[in-house]
């Protein structure tokens, strides 16, 4: 994982140049680009975008999309690029104010589908206050893949109403 680690290093201080260069501020520093790197670290570990492509292929049988609606760039091993749009065909991303300050960093993907209206799953990684937090729809779940499937899962079921009362 070092050199991951210094990859996303690298990328930093490349992101930092292109502002530059584009005369664009730079606000990112040292620390916010560590945050960014354990974060996708921990996201890539997990495989979230995969489990969320995944549900979209398998149960809803490609009928949904996913998006990652975060500011930061997720890595598509299949195309061997960063993507900031959906992550399969076409989608718009929305762009988000940054309402809480103190949250440094954070990482968004989402299923989306219709139903009778649009349901989504959110999965959600960020750091807050120097701590890693992992949400399933807005409820924290430990950061270990069988949690996090058994999580999305139930958030699935519970979107259809599949849940027993």
Do not use: H
């Not at 354990?38 to 999309?65: K, W």
């Not at 609606?69 to 992550?87: A, C, G, K, R, V």
């Not at 993907?109 to 960020?126: I, M, N, R």
């Amino acid at each position: 994982m070092a050199w991951q680690d210094e990859l996303m290093a690298l990328r930093g201080e490349v992101e930092t140049a292109l502002t530059r260069i584009l005369g664009e501020p730079v606000e990112e520093d040292a620390d916010v680009i560590r945050d960014r790197a354990e974060l996708y670290q921990l996201a890539a570990s997990l495989q979230i975008a995969q489990m969320l492509l995944d549900m979209n292929e398998i149960v809803l049988s490609g009928t949904g999309r996913v998006e990652s609606t975060s500011l930061m760039e997720y890595y598509d091993e299949d195309e061997n690029s960063f993507q900031m749009e959906d992550l399969r065909d076409g989608g718009e991303q929305e762009e988000e104010e940054d309402e809480e300050e103190d949250v440094e960093e954070e990482l968004r993907l989402t299923l989306f589908w219709e139903d009778s209206t649009e349901c989504a799953v959110d999965v959600e990684l960020g750091k807050s206050d120097g701590r890693i937090y992992l949400l399933v729809n807005g409820e924290e779940v430990r950061q270990q893949r069988e949690v996090l499937e058994t999580a999305v899962l139930d958030a699935f079921r519970k979107e259809m109403n599949l849940l027993a009362s």
